[in-house]
Nanobody, 115 residues
Framework: QVQLVESGGGLVQAGGTLRLSCTAS????????MGWHRQNPGKPRELVAV???????WYEDSVKGRFTISTDNADNTVYLQMNNLKPEDTAVYYC?????????WGQGTQVTVSS
């Protein structure tokens, strides 16, 4: 059974940085996209950034220029480098990996940005 293990969340002051990582085990074949979503209580989960197998990236407007998504395909790992963090970035961050037959979610990691 595939598991996505996330790490890198935590508490940081506004303007600080965090790097999230998400590794699939065992390796997933035929990946279409690897991405990060975030969610706050009572709100829908929103897509933050995604990268395709071809390397095309997309970012939600509020994180453009501050967040960078990257992958290490050999290790089935996706990263989210988050710079200049703002209090409104506070959320539980989830990674998601999709294939032609479905998708897999990580367990979530809390990111808290204090003002």
């Amino acid at each position: 059974q595939v598991q996505l293990v996330e790490s890198g969340g935590g508490l940081v002051q506004a303007g600080g940085t965090l790097r999230l990582s998400c590794t699939a085990s065992p390796n997933i074949l035929g990946i279409n996209t690897m991405g990060w979503h975030r969610q706050n209580p009572g709100k829908p989960r929103e897509l933050v950034a995604v990268i395709s197998a071809a390397g095309t990236t997309w970012y939600e407007d509020s994180v453009k220029g501050r967040f960078t998504i990257s992958t290490d395909n050999a290790d089935n790992t996706v990263y989210l480098q988050m710079n200049n963090l703002k209090p409104e970035d506070t959320a539980v961050y989830y990674c998601k990996i999709t294939t032609s037959t479905g998708g897999y979610w990580g367990q979530g990691t809390q990111v808290t940005v204090s003002s």
